[in-house]
């Protein structure tokens, strides 16, 4: 791996900030193309006892990203509902790499756990 310059860490925040934010475990079981879109693809995440459809810009930083399908991944799955290319994201996969430049990585448990399992 080339050089990489690590980004000066962020505002101290408190534990309370920290746990209004709701990071879970899913498994992708689907991406799905968004036509019109040269940036965006349409997850559809198991969570265990529902399944969400998110949205994310996976197009240009994947060659294939179907190749994610079938992983378990973290997402934070209590941001607002955010409409995108006339659909609905219902959470934010949560990568690593994207803020910093470099090619994303999804953020995954290191064995399986139960769909719906929180981070934190």
Not at 47 to 68: M, N, S, V, Y
Not at 76 to 99: H, Q, R
Not at 101 to 113: F, R, S, T, Y
Request: glycine content about 10%.
């Amino acid at each position: 791996m080339g050089t990489f310059n690590v980004a000066s860490v962020k505002p101290t925040i408190s534990l309370d900030v920290l746990e209004k934010i709701d990071v879970r475990v899913g498994t992708i079981e689907r991406v799905e193309d968004l036509i019109g879109s040269t940036k965006v693809v349409r997850l559809i995440v198991n969570f265990g006892d529902h399944k969400r459809t998110i949205l994310a810009g996976l197009k240009q930083e994947r060659a294939k990203p179907q190749e994610i399908e079938g992983k378990q991944a973290l997402f934070v799955v209590n941001l607002e509902p955010k409409k995108m290319m006339g659909e609905v994201s219902e959470g934010m996969l949560f990568d690593i790499g994207y803020a910093d430049g470099i090619p994303p990585v999804l953020a995954m448990p290191e064995k399986e756990v139960p769909n719906g399992a929180q981070a934190g």
